[in-house]
């Protein structure tokens, strides 16, 4: 199995940052894509960036100059570093990464379990 831990969420106020990290542990050969998409209340989840393991990032027009997202191959990690938080990125942030875990099957998707990030006004 794989397990994806969230960790670096919380309470923040508006303006101020938070640094989010989620390492992938388990049995992993490669892992090409990691990510965080995140859900607001009342929401559907929602891509906020991605990155491959060649460090083409993409992100969504709401993190876009406000959010920097990288990764630590050998760590298996991903980070997300937000900046000027704002009350609407009130979520919880779920992290994302395709894994192979074996050279005959294809990589498969696996989640975190979640961190909350709140923004205060």
């Known amino acids: 199995q794989v397990q994806l831990l969230e960790s670096g969420g919380g309470l923040v106020q508006a303006g101020g940052s938070l640094r989010l990290s989620c390492a992938a542990s388990?049995?992993?050969?490669?892992?090409?894509?990691m990510g965080w998409y995140r859900q607001a209340p009342g929401k559907e989840r929602e891509l906020v960036a991605t990155?491959?393991?060649?460090?083409?990032?993409n992100y969504a027009d709401s993190g876009k100059g406000r959010f920097t997202i990288s990764r630590d191959n050998a760590k298996n990690t991903v980070y997300l570093q937000m900046n000027s938080l704002k009350p609407e990125d009130t979520a919880v942030y779920y992290c994302?990464?395709?894994?192979?875990?074996?050279?005959?099957?294809?990589?498969?998707?696996?989640w975190g379990k979640g961190t909350l990030v709140t923004v205060s006004s």
């Open positions: 994302y990464a395709d894994v192979r875990r074996s050279w005959t099957l294809r990589p498969t998707d696996h």
């Open positions: 388990g049995i992993i050969i490669s892992i090409n894509t």
């Open positions: 990155i491959t393991n060649s460090g083409l990032t």
